[in-house]
């Protein structure tokens, strides 16, 4: 037999009949005081003795002095000549060098291992495990399930489900698991694994088990995963409220139990900020959560202001430009919880329970923002430097936002303001159409666009239509938009086509681009110009990559007028196209731009057949008309610019309008001044007659001597009485100073004089000069 530490022979009927003084040594027990005696009241384990001889494995052995000992025992059965059972020989392996190290290294692991039988009761722990457990590891052999150390009382069954299951399959089992020892200061995280050991093939005789200790890994995690999350959620806007709830929604409950927002009131009021933060600086409460419904812990009400007292946390913060921690017990930390208590907003009763809390200071680009405000008051775990470090990191995410948000709220102010100085404020008083209007900003964080709109009187009666649409958005496409409004006006008043006048916008875009140094499409832009002529009830417009006009008829539907769309100005190599169509009195045209039928999911002919819908539905009056259009067509979240503008077309009637043809020669005049004069007495204006005698004659006069064929003579009652003269020459007069002894050259300056307004425009025949004089009152 090979050699063994110790050897014991037992019968068949399991009655120890040998001990070696090995055995003496391991159990304590001298061989007159177990030999004769049944091996199994040696054995702790509960086994009849025919059992040991399929034994090999360790094995809880009873030591004289009351204590178990684990051996590794090995039977060796002792048959007779005919095949019959004797008994056998129980043996003990020596310790050899190789099982004193791996002893050894079982005994002194960094983790937790422990070795049970299939009854769930130790057989050997190591000394991590009893360090957990707080007991020697030598005094666990021979106790029962439960006492691993590692589990808490609500994952003890599932341990003891694990544990078994592993002795009834002998399939290893890997889990994760959690738990708080009481004097713990925060949970614990383990990775647990459990496999079987076995003396035979599918035989289990023991189950080892041992528990890794994750805790920093899994707060780095966890740490980790906060940070990631608040970089998806922080900041999907530009509104700095929306950004402190952001901020609030990922802390809370993970991190904290109440949480808080507070800004400095510069922030707010979108001025600079100062040089440094006073002593006792008021701060807006713009944000605060709770793991409680109604936020009972705050002390300040949402939107309210608060002045805190320098030895606050929050001030230190401010101060200091880091991150504060401090714990109950601290007497800057007390003071400050008392004076809040002391307050009657909220429940105190929440706020005494605050055992510690983090204040951090809202800093982005060198500027201090305000103060964010973590408190502990449920959770037991209290703030340690790592959760200083990574509220840090979480606040600094949140502050650039907050920054972000700020100064895309003052831009958004400035070019907002900036937008409405150039836009008409009000609407020039004219006779051709009742007009009515609507202006939305876009709310998106692209900011203020350059839509424009404009309503510009134009001789005759005559009145233009105009919208335009910017590219891009903020303070330069407002300033672009203004410079494009200003150039309309003024070549409105030369009386230009609508197809000329956007040639001649589209050369001022071209050219500011040039100036610049900015690509045209950067700075281009569309645009819609229409002139409607009340006598004719005639409307001609042109467009530069602006979609069309909707047109409403009395007793019609509503339709988008056939034009060609044209390039968007400064885009160029295409001529503009002039578009004309009559209109019976009372029709309803709509001008607007592509925010109010374009979206980001949205399907523009769509949006267009919506806006005719609503034309064709709505009654009242243009402004009720505006609002239904706007409500009805608009997307919920434009992200554009809205500008819309509605006319309603009104006539002049035969009975406002006089004209005469006159004949080339100088001797009409005088025909041409009593026809006027007849005329005037016939609406009741003759207090006009001397001014309007004057002018007929001047113009008449010039006409015949300067123009040519055909000559007519117009008068036109409106707000205003407006005389014009047309011939059939394109040479267009101006206005000179006669000098003291020249015997011409008076006659203009006498009518610009006499009139309020006067000028010429370019028709298909000829000119046309009109002057333009207030009704007598």
Known sequence: MEQVAAAAIVDARGTVTG??????????????????????????????????TALTGTVMVRHRDGHTVPVC?????????????????????????????????????????????????????????????????????????PG??????????????????????????????????????????????????HTAPGEVTAIAFAAVDNSEQHWSRQRLVLLNEAATVIGTTLDVPHTAEELLEVVIPRFADFASVDLLDWVLDRDEPPKEVLDEPVLHRIAHRS????????????????????????????????????????ADFDRWLQERNSRGVGD????????????VPLMARGTTLGVAVFV?????????????????????????????????????STALALQHSLLPRSLAEQAALDVAHRYLPSGSMAGIGGDWFDVIPLSGGRVALVVGDVVGHGIRSSATMGRLRTAVRTLADVDLPPDELLTHLDDLVTHLAGESGEEVGELGATCLYAVYDPISRRLALAAAGHPPPCVLTPGGSARL?????????????????????????????????????????????????????????ARGSLDDLCDKVVKSVLSDEPGDDVALLLARTRALGTDQVATWDVPPNPSCVAAARQQAIEQLTAWGLEDAAFVTELVVSELVTNAIRYGGAPIHLRLIRDRSLICE???????????????????????????????????SRQTSEGKTIWAEQPLPA
């Open 291 to 330: 793991v409680h419904e109604g936020t009972p812990e705050a002390a300040v009400r949402l939107g309210d202001t608060d002045s805190y007292p320098p030895y606050s946390p929050p001030v230190r913060a401010l101060r200091e430009g880091r991150a504060v921690l401090r714990r109950a017990g601290e």
């Open 73 to 145: 025992l090995t039977a060796h059965p002792v048959m007779g000549p005919d095949g019959t059972p004797l008994g056998f020989v129980v043996t003990t392996a020596p310790e050899t060098a190789d099982a004193v190290l791996v002893a050894r290294a079982f005994q002194q692991a960094p983790v937790a291992m422990s070795v049970f039988d299939t009854g769930l009761r130790y057989l050997r722990a190591n000394d991590r495990a009893g360090e957990i457990l707080r007991v020697d590891a030598a005094s666990l052999a021979g106790q029962h399930y």
């Open 348 to 359: 105190a009763g929440y706020r005494r329970g605050a055992h510690s809390l983090v204040t």
């Open 19 to 52: 001990w070696s003084a090995g055995a003496q040594e391991l159990t304590g027990y001298p061989a007159e005081e177990v030999v004769g005696r049944a091996a199994q009241d040696l054995i702790a384990e509960d086994m009849m003795a025919p059992a040991l």
């Open 148 to 197: 691993t150390g590692v589990e808490g009382d609500a994952s003890d069954r599932r341990f003891h489900h694990h544990l078994s299951q592993v002795a009834e399959t002998g399939l290893p089992v890997h889990y994760e698991s959690y738990s708080r020892a009481p004097s713990d200061r925060r949970e614990h995280a383990w990775t647990i694994d459990m496999w079987p050991v």
């Open 561 to 617: 007028v056939t034009m060609s769309a044209g390039p968007p100005l400064g885009v160029g190599g295409l001529p503009f196209e002039e578009t004309e169509l009559e209109l019976p009195e009372s029709s309803l045209i709509a001008l607007y731009t592509n925010g109010l039928i374009e979206g980001r999911d949205r399907d523009p002919d769509h949006g267009a057949c919506e806006l005719c819908h609503a034309m064709e539905t």
């Open 725 to 759: 003269v047309s011939d059939g020459s394109s040479t267009s007069p101006h206005l000179r100073r006669a000098h003291a002894f020249d015997e011409g050259g008076r006659g203009l300056l006498l009518v610009a004089q006499l009139t309020q307004r006067w000028g």
């Open 376 to 412: 502990r008051i449920a959770n037991p775990d209290p703030y340690a430097a790592d959760d200083a470090v990574l509220a840090e990191e979480l606040v600094s995410r949140a502050a650039v936002c907050v920054d972000n948000a700020r100064r895309f709220a003052r831009e958004r």
